[in-house]
């Protein structure tokens, strides 16, 4: 069955840290696509990234950085030099892409809860 | 307004009331999402519209009762809940839904219910 991981249920750090948010899944699909998502205390999630299984690139964006390891089932989540900003839930998620007859789901880790303190 | 606005943010009904939820989103797109979001759990799909259309129920109790008129609003009507029930209650759209793509969501700040 599919399944992601955020073994880190909160994560306390000082402003200019860098900190690593973990994403372990597990699937039986070849072809499949995964997501990182930020909730602010706002309440909305802000879609962050989308990458599929084929693209083992790693991602930079700014302060963001992704790091997508097939052979560990990992993508981990790294902010540098963090700001207050940041602190928020961080959630991983999980899509496959369906064979004939079934609709994909989004499998969501229970997320991280970031903190940043000044 | 941008994005996906969601109506109230919070409230707080009786087991007995009815209300709803409205959701819209501004963005043009196609398909639209409801989720709840309780403590500890993941997030849960509830009900999937495609062009207006119902394409996912994901076993949510009648109690529930969604409705999208048209592409850019989306409505849940609650009657009868239980206090389990409350949550934080998420709408979401996205470009599409079919088959094939997976299209990145756009959240609404969600509706805190909390039911008495």
């Known amino acids: 069955a599919q399944k992601v991981t955020q073994a880190q249920t909160e994560i306390s750090v000082v402003e200019k840290e860098d900190v690593t948010l973990d994403c372990v899944y597990e699937?039986?699909?070849?072809?499949?696509?995964l997501f990182w998502y930020k909730q602010p205390p706002s309440g909305e999630l802000v879609f962050l990234i989308r990458r599929n299984s084929f693209d083992e690139q790693n991602e930079i964006s700014g302060r963001y950085s992704w790091n997508f390891q097939k052979s560990t089932s990992s993508f981990n989540f790294t902010i540098t030099a963090s700001q207050v900003v940041d602190s928020a839930v961080y959630f991983c998620a999980l899509s496959e892409v369906p064979t004939a007859g079934n609709n994909r789901k989004l499998i969501w880790g229970l997320g991280t809860s970031l903190a940043v303190n000044p | 307004e941008t994005g996906v606005t969601q109506t109230p943010r919070h409230l707080v009904m009786g087991m007995t009331n009815k209300k709803s939820l409205k959701c819209e989103q501004h963005l043009g797109h196609n398909a639209m999402y409801w989720y709840k979001q309780s403590a500890k759990k993941p997030l849960e799909l509830m009900f999937v519209?495609?062009?207006?259309?119902?394409?996912e129920n994901n076993s949510v109790p009648s109690r529930f009762s969604p409705e999208c008129p048209n592409s850019s609003h989306l409505f849940l009507h609650l009657h009868t809940l239980q206090p389990e029930d409350s949550a934080l209650y998420l709408c979401?759209?996205?470009?599409?839904?079919?088959?094939?793509?997976?299209?990145?969501?756009?959240f609404g700040p969600g509706t805190r219910l909390t039911v008495t």
């Open positions: 699937t039986r699909d070849t072809t499949y696509y």
């Open positions: 979401a759209s996205s470009q599409d839904y079919w088959r094939g793509q997976i299209y990145e969501q756009y």
């Open positions: 519209y495609s062009l207006e259309e119902r394409v």
